[in-house]
């Protein structure tokens, strides 16, 4: 009789060279942002930014089985979901900076980085701004017969816009290959999302709109990535939409502006202690995937990274004021 393989999920599945660079692109996502919030907090980068660390496994789990020509769309909290799907982060801190040589030219700048060439759709500075895109573009692949996945990703402040439940509904009627992923890191803003929405899970509204709907542990990399692979595989096959929801947290505040006075310390910290990072890192060491060494090496690198990405952005060129118009479009 076979033994049973009591292996979480994604060391199941994926083969370990995936699973080492996942947890690469998940330290990477980390130190990119706290490289950003150090030049913010240096006076390198102007505007306004808003992090996601202690999102890392929603981010990177929910892109494991994504492939170039598969889209994504994201939010105004993006950076994870960017590097997730195979971002340079040279190329984003001169977005960051304003350079010229960023994904958008450094007309974008945090909110609204996009590189269409790894399906990358781009952030959004809209709450809820990403669900009808995810549509029209999970929309466009099975008008075009392609196998490809839109996953959409939003918050919880996100659930209770109108363009959530339009985008369910047009999507679970025409039976999209799109899978939407609730990032609910339990704050819109300020607000509790248990305050400002009326299901005890935002899952619970797949329901109405006769799709799977389903939520889970989103500082557990594994179980975001079984989540996400079976929406996916049903997307794939033509069944339609899902819906998952991520319950995670952010770390920092809202944006930079925000003083962090509707949650307190205590809470904060026990959020701190389920990092995503150290929980993946912890079951690829127990499962022989790699060893403390690689992974102290894994991390470096990412640190090296980072620090290379902000000198290419501090030596790049700034946009021609002659061309100020150029690469943007209105409507």
Request: net charge neutral.
């Amino acid at each position: 009789m076979a033994k049973a393989d009591n292996r979480p999920f994604a060391l199941r599945t994926y083969a370990p060279e995936k699973l080492r660079e996942a947890l690469r692109r998940m330290y990477l996502i980390r130190r990119f942002e706290e490289g950003a919030e150090d030049c913010y907090m240096r006076g390198l980068i102007h505007g306004t930014m808003h992090l996601s660390i202690g999102q890392e496994a929603s981010a990177m789990a929910s892109c494991m089985e994504l492939t170039d020509a598969d889209k994504i769309t994201s939010t105004h909290r993006g950076h994870g979901h960017c590097i997730a799907k195979g971002a340079n982060v040279g190329r984003m801190f001169a977005e960051f900076f304003g350079k010229e040589t960023g994904y958008c030219h450094g007309r974008g700048g945090s909110m609204h980085i996009a590189d269409v060439k790894t399906g990358n759709l781009g952030a959004n500075g809209i709450v809820g701004g990403g669900l009808p895109i995810a549509v029209g573009a999970a929309l466009s692949a099975k008008r075009l017969g392609k196998p490809d996945v839109t996953v959409c990703f939003f918050g919880d402040g996100a659930n209770n816009e109108g363009a959530f439940h339009e985008a369910l509904n047009m999507a679970a009627i025409w039976k999209l290959p799109v899978v939407f992923v609730c990032e609910n890191n339990r704050y819109g803003m300020s607000t509790p999302a248990s305050y400002a929405t009326a299901v005890p899970n935002i899952s619970d509204r797949a329901a109405a709109y006769a799709m799977p709907g389903i939520t889970v542990d989103g500082n557990d990399f594994s179980a975001v990535a079984e989540a996400v692979h079976h929406a996916i595989r049903r997307a794939r096959n033509g069944e339609g939409p899902s819906l998952v929801e991520n319950l995670t947290y952010r770390w920092r505040g809202h944006s930079k502006s925000d003083r962090n006075r509707y949650r307190t310390k205590e809470e904060i910290e026990e959020w701190m202690a389920r990092d995503p990072i150290a929980r993946f890192q912890a079951d690829l060491i127990a499962h022989g995937i790699l060893d403390q060494a690689g992974a102290d090496a894994i991390a470096a690198e990412a640190v090296a990274a980072v620090a290379a990405g902000v000198e290419f952005a501090k030596a790049s060129p700034a946009p021609d004021i002659s061309e100020v118009t150029r690469y943007v479009h209105a409507e």
